[in-house]
C-alpha cells in the first residue's frame, strides 16, 4: 500500500511538472535553489540575530561605564561635601581655641580646674580632626607660615645672626590641616 501511495504521488509531481512544461531535471533545480534561499534566510536571520546581540552587548557595556563613572563622581562630590563641612567647622571653633590660648597665655585658666580640662578636650577633639597648632616665639620666621604684621629691630638681648629673622611675639596662633597652612600665625617679628 505505501508503494501505491508513493507510486500516487510520483505520478502527481510528474503531471504538475507537466503540466507547467518542466521536467524531473529542472524541478530538481529548482528544489535546490528553494532549499538554498532557505538557508540563506536562515543565516541571515542568524547575523542579524548576533548582530542585535552584539549592539545590546555594546549598550550595556557604555551603561555599565556611565554607571560607574557616576559612581566615582558622586563619591569626589560626597568627600568635597565633606571637606568642606569639615573646614567651616574647624574655622568655626579656631576663635574659640584663640581665646582659649590667651586666657591660658594670660594665667586666666588653672590647670587643673574644670574649664582647663575642658579646653584640652577640645584641644584633643580638633587634632584628631588633623588641625595642629603652631607659632611659638623665638622660632624662625617663615613667610609660608607666618603673617608679619611689624618688625623690629634686635638690640643686644636679641640672640640674631646677621640678616637672621625670628618670631618675636604670637599675636595669633597658625594652624595646619593634614600638615597644610589652614590659617597662617599672625606674629611680630625681630630681625638683625
Given at each position: 500500500?505505501?508503494?501505491?501511495?508513493?507510486?500516487?504521488?510520483?505520478?502527481?509531481?510528474?503531471?504538475?511538472?507537466?503540466?507547467?512544461?518542466?521536467?524531473?531535471?529542472?524541478?530538481?533545480?529548482?528544489?535546490?535553489?528553494?532549499?538554498?534561499?532557505?538557508?540563506?534566510?536562515?543565516?541571515?536571520?542568524?547575523?542579524?540575530?548576533?548582530?542585535?546581540?552584539?549592539?545590546?552587548?555594546?549598550?550595556?557595556?557604555?551603561?555599565?561605564?556611565?554607571?560607574?563613572?557616576?559612581?566615582?563622581?558622586?563619591?569626589?562630590?560626597?568627600?568635597?561635601?565633606r571637606s568642606l563641612g569639615k573646614t567651616a567647622a574647624i574655622l568655626n571653633f579656631l576663635p574659640v581655641m584663640d581665646e582659649i590660648h590667651?586666657?591660658?597665655?594670660?594665667?586666666?585658666?588653672?590647670?587643673?580646674?574644670?574649664?582647663?580640662?575642658?579646653?584640652?578636650?577640645?584641644?584633643?577633639?580638633?587634632?584628631?580632626?588633623?588641625?595642629?597648632?603652631?607659632?611659638?616665639?623665638?622660632?624662625?620666621?617663615?613667610?609660608?607660615?607666618?603673617?608679619?604684621?611689624?618688625?623690629?629691630?634686635?638690640?643686644?638681648?636679641?640672640?640674631?645672626?646677621?640678616?637672621?629673622?625670628?618670631?618675636?611675639?604670637?599675636?595669633?596662633?597658625?594652624?595646619?590641616?593634614?600638615?597644610?597652612?589652614?590659617?597662617?600665625?599672625?606674629?611680630?617679628?625681630?630681625?638683625?
Amino acid at each position: 500500500m505505501a508503494d501505491e501511495n508513493k507510486s500516487e504521488n510520483d505520478q502527481k509531481v510528474e503531471d504538475l511538472l507537466n503540466e507547467a512544461g518542466l521536467d524531473q531535471e529542472t524541478a530538481e533545480k529548482i528544489e535546490k535553489e528553494a532549499k538554498e534561499d532557505d538557508e540563506s534566510i536562515e543565516s541571515s536571520d542568524q547575523d542579524n540575530s548576533n548582530s542585535e546581540v552584539e549592539s545590546l552587548k555594546s549598550a550595556l557595556a557604555r551603561e555599565r561605564a556611565d554607571f560607574i563613572n557616576y559612581k566615582k563622581r558622586s563619591q569626589k562630590e560626597q568627600e568635597a561635601a565633606r571637606s568642606l563641612g569639615k573646614t567651616a567647622a574647624i574655622l568655626n571653633f579656631l576663635p574659640v581655641m584663640d581665646e582659649i590660648h590667651r586666657a591660658k597665655e594670660q594665667g586666666e585658666l588653672e590647670e587643673g580646674s574644670p574649664f582647663w580640662k575642658i579646653a584640652d578636650k577640645f584641644e584633643k577633639a580638633l587634632e584628631s580632626l588633623g588641625v595642629t597648632k603652631y607659632a611659638e616665639k623665638g622660632e624662625e620666621f617663615d613667610p609660608n607660615l607666618h603673617d608679619a604684621l611689624m618688625n623690629r629691630d634686635a638690640n643686644e638681648n636679641d640672640d640674631l645672626e646677621d640678616g637672621q629673622t625670628k618670631v618675636d611675639n604670637v599675636v595669633e596662633h597658625g594652624y595646619k590641616l593634614n600638615d597644610e597652612v589652614f590659617r597662617p600665625a599672625k606674629v611680630t617679628t625681630v630681625s638683625k
